[in-house]
Every structure is written in C-alpha cells, then in structure tokens.
C-alpha cells in the first residue's frame, strides 16, 4: 500500500542524490511560482535531506524585503515545518532591485560572498529563474555583465529557466543568444515538468528494461498512437498570460512532444543525458512539420471553450475569464494528427490532443494495436471491439494498462474488453513531486530530464507553420462547451481514419 501522509512518506532517495555545497539563487522569489512550487518542493527536499548544511538560499526580487521577510514568506508559503527547512529559510538572503539594474547584481555578489564564507557553499551557485519569460534573457545577460556566470576554480554556476523558451523559432533564437552570451549549453537547465514525472519517466523502464515491449514497439504491430494532456481547470486567473500564449505554446511545443519523442523515440546507446537527447531530437526530426494550408487545415485543430457544465457547476466561457479579450480567438484546445517518418514509425499517425475545460484531469500516453486479420471464431460477436492498447496513465492514478479482448463466461463465444493494470499505488514508496525532482537535479547537475537547445528549436518548428496558418485563417475559431471532449472538428480528425479517441463522449 502506497503510504500517503507526508511525513510518513518514504522517498526513495540515493544518498548520491543529496546536493552538492552551492546556493540556490532564486530570481522571482516574491512572485507566484516560487510561492506554489519551488518553496514547497525545497522544504520537502530539506526534510529528505538533499538539502544539507551547505545549501543556502537566496532570494532575488523587485518587491523590497529584509532577509528576515523573505525567511518568513518561505515558512509561510509552505505547510511543513521541517527543522532543517528552518535553519534554511532562517540563514536565507534577500537581494532586491531591477532585474536590469547593475546595483542589483553588484549587491548579489556581495551575498553570494558571503554566504561562501558563511555556508561553506564554495563559489558553486544555481540560478533559478522563476520571472515572467520575457526577463529571462535581461538577467542572463546582467549576469554575464556582473561576471556572475562564469565558474571559477572548479565550481559550477547553472541557470535554471522554465519555459516557455520563446515564443517562435525566431524568439527562441534571440532567447538562446541571450542566455549563451552569459552561459554555455552545458550550464543551462530548461525544465519541462513533465519530464519529471514519475509515470513518463516510467516510459524508459517501461521499454527499456523490459523485453516483451520492445518488439512490438513499431509499425509491424502499432495502429496509431495517442498522447492525451486534457484539463479541468479553465484558465483561470492566468488570462492575461494564456492570450499571449494559447495551448499550442503551452502544452504541445513542450509537454506533449517531450512526451511523444521519449515514448517513440530509438533506443539510446546509453543512459547519459546526451544520449537520451539525441534519441529525443532524432524523433522531433523525424516528424515532418505540416506544411501547405490544406495540410494544415486537415491535419490541425484548434477550439476555444465556451460555457458550459452544469446546472450546479457552470463554468463560464474563456472570453469571459479574467484578463481574456471579450474577442479572444486564442485557443484553448488543440488537436493534431503528425506523422513520424523514420524505419520504426512511417504510416502510423500519431494524434496529439490537449485541452483546457475538458470533461477529466487525464494525461495519457496510448498504443492502439493493429487489429487480428480476422474473426474466424466468433463472427458477428465482436463488434465494437476496442483495438488492443497499451496505455501509459501519467496522472492521475499513474500507472500502466493493458487492454485485450477475452471471452466472457457462459455457452456463447462472445468477446469483452479485459485490462491488466499496474498501478503505482502497489509500490510503498511516493513519487516524487515534479519540482522536487527538477531542482535536486539541477542542483546535483543532471541534465537527463532537461531540454537541450536543439530540441526546443526543432519544436518550435513544428509548431510555427501550425500557428501562422491559424494567426492568418479569418474563420471564427471553432468552439467547445466547457466540460467537453474539445470542438466537433477534433472528433473529425480521427474518425475519417476509421479511428476514435480513446476518450470521448461521442465515439
Ligand atoms: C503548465 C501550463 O506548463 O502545465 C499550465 O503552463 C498547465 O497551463 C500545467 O495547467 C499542467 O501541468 P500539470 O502538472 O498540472 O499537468
């Protein structure tokens, strides 16, 4: 049985997986982020203790604070009540100032100082860089300025970023020189949370530590495949930040298509980061980025969520959120039909869906197979039959099933649905939040889970032709009641391939 109160967890935690001496600069430290993800997931790592006595923290905001307010909204954001998290939080640093200011960092400098003294922290320093994106290059760049970025005798400066990593292929670009004129590829960590996850991580034991999977794990055996990010939650009081970015940048440049190049990607030679990566960008080539309009049009779906749930729970519409244009036409859902091309993958469609205002918080990664040749036994008796799949359950209720036909008990030959399910909760041990993963990594410097440059570039490629053709299309953007399975066009999408979604109200 999975133990679920959070100080009678138990985290599996290698000792090798402890940080090293270092402080953790956290840019942004006043802001929503740090207060919902990185404070609460640093207290759960000081009370594991992969935060030992030369880890201190330091907190950089434009908000003024003493280091004692700053120590005091670290306790307050977080639930716990850790004694190493005390001490932490009670040595913590406060610098504020412009994030373009050089005063700011001139300041920095002096406590980060200090805290080597003071800490035992050795010159060692992660960056974590929880602002607004657009001052993501601004800070980069001051620290390059600052001499802040270069590690000296042999310590280790990293910078952390969370996406989204531009906003375009272009933007990404600027971003990238920006962040490589303080930093070099090595020293940048660009965190997808989804990576992080328990379940997708699963995905490399799933078939790389398995046989039985791995032979069928192609075009001989798959029919199609299905990835599945579906939310709740509308956006709620993130408006302002959504209509500049749409589920497009949100969900499917990063998380679905990490996701979909770890689950089709070759085999890696090793499990180093490098090799991981490699494998990965090898898929986001091989996927052939949807070209002229028609292609798009027949291959690419957007929706927008309109009122919607019920009597009790109504859900209002996303133009009427806070911060949305009563015009909006940004989309809150999207649905796509790629092709990978390479030997293993070539004619099996891989249809992509992500939505906000859906019916189920579900994030699935799905393997239809092909279909027996046919029926000889039973003819007439299966029909309606879903295709055999393997499905990947990301969240929630992560864990893995196997879904076949078998026949049901009595005198007539008919055939049923059955499933073989692995569930997490059969193990004792807790996984891990998402955060408490990427930051111990960043501060132990294991890249595996972070996203290398390339690879952002070749999203966006992906994604670019999809959304200039939908930034020019004068159509109304097609709609979806809250609480449904996306707009009528996305079902479209997949039933003319003689297929369905795995979930939905109307296949
Ligand atoms: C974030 C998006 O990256 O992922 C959010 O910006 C989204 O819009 C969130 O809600 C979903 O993450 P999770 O871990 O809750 O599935």
């Known amino acids: 049985m999975a133990v679920r109160s959070r100080h009678a967890q138990h985290v599996d935690l290698d000792p090798d997986r402890r940080s090293p001496p270092c402080v953790l600069v956290i840019f942004g430290a006043s802001g929503d982020l740090t207060a919902r993800k990185l404070l609460p997931a640093l207290e759960r790592l000081a009370g594991y203790g992969a935060l030992p006595p030369e880890v201190a923290l330091v907190g950089v905001a434009r908000t003024p604070m003493s280091d004692a307010d700053f120590g005091e909204l670290c306790r307050r954001s977080v639930s716990g009540d850790d004694p190493r998290w005390r001490e932490l939080t009670a040595a913590a640093r406060y ?25 035992g922290t050795a010159g060692n320093r992660v960056y974590y860089l929880a602002t607004p994106p657009r001052l993501f290059g601004p ?9 802040l970025s270069a590690p000296t005798d042999g310590a280790f400066v990293r910078a952390v970023v969370e996406k989204p990593f531009g906003w375009d292929e272009d933007s990404a670009r600027d971003l990238y020189a920006d962040l490589s004129s303080a930093f070099t590829e090595e020293q940048i960590f660009r965190i997808d949370h989804y990576l992080a996850k328990e379940t997708v991580q699963n995905l490399l034991a799933l078939r790389f530590a398995n046989s039985i999977f791995e032979p069928i794990w192609n075009r001989t055996w798959v029919d199609n495949v299905q990835i599945t990010v579906a939310e709740t939650l509308g956006v709620g009081d993130r408006g302002g930040f959504y209509e500049t970015t749409g589920a497009m940048r949100d969900i499917v440049q990063n998380h679905v298509l990490q996701v979909l190049s770890l689950f089709l990607m070759e085999p890696p030679t090793s499990f180093h980061a490098e090799a991981i990566r490699d494998e990965k960008v090898k898929l986001l080539r091989a996927i052939r980025p949807l070209e002229d309009e028609e292609e798009i049009a027949a291959n690419a779906v957007r929706g927008q969520y309109t009122r919607g749930g019920t009597r009790e729970d109504l859900m209002a519409g996303y133009r009427d959120e806070p911060g949305v244009d009563p015009l909006s036409s940004t989309e809150t859902f999207v649905a796509m039909r790629l092709e990978v091309q390479n030997w293993r993958w070539t004619g099996v ?15 699935e990664v799905a393997m239809e197979f092909r279909r027996p040749p046919q029926l000889p036994l039973f003819p007439g008796r299966a029909e309606g039959l879903e295709p055999d799949a393997l499905v990947v359950r990301v969240q929630p209720d992560e864990g893995l099933s196997l879904k076949f036909g078998a026949k049901v008990p009595g005198h007539a030959f008919r055939v049923q649905k059955a499933s073989m399910d692995f569930s997490y909760e059969s193990f004792d041990e807790q996984s891990p939040d998402a955060y408490e993963r990427v930051i111990l990594d960043a501060l132990i410097g ?4 972070f996203i290398r440059a390339d690879e952002v570039g070749r999203s966006w490629r992906i994604v670019d032709p999809v959304m200039r053709y939908w930034a020019a299309d004068p159509r109304p953007i097609p709609l979806y009641q809250a609480a449904t399975w996306g707009p009528p066009e996305a079902d479209a ?11 939905s109200a109307r296949s």
Not at 139 to 147: H, Q, R, Y
Not at 493 to 503: A, E, P
Request: hydrophobic share 35%; net charge positive.
């Open 139 to 147: 800070i980069a760049v001051s620290l390059g300025k600052a001499g």
């Open 95 to 119: 610098v504020h100032g412009g994030y373009d200011d050089p005063a700011t960092y001139q300041r920095l400098a002096e406590v980060l100082a200090e805290c080597d003294e003071r800490h």
């Open 493 to 503: 999408l997949i039933t003319r391939d003689g297929r369905g979604w795995r979930h």
């Open 349 to 363: 469609p891989v249809y992509v869906r992500t939505g906000k205002r859906l019916p189920a918080r579900l994030t």
């Open 446 to 449: 294991d890249p595996t889970l």
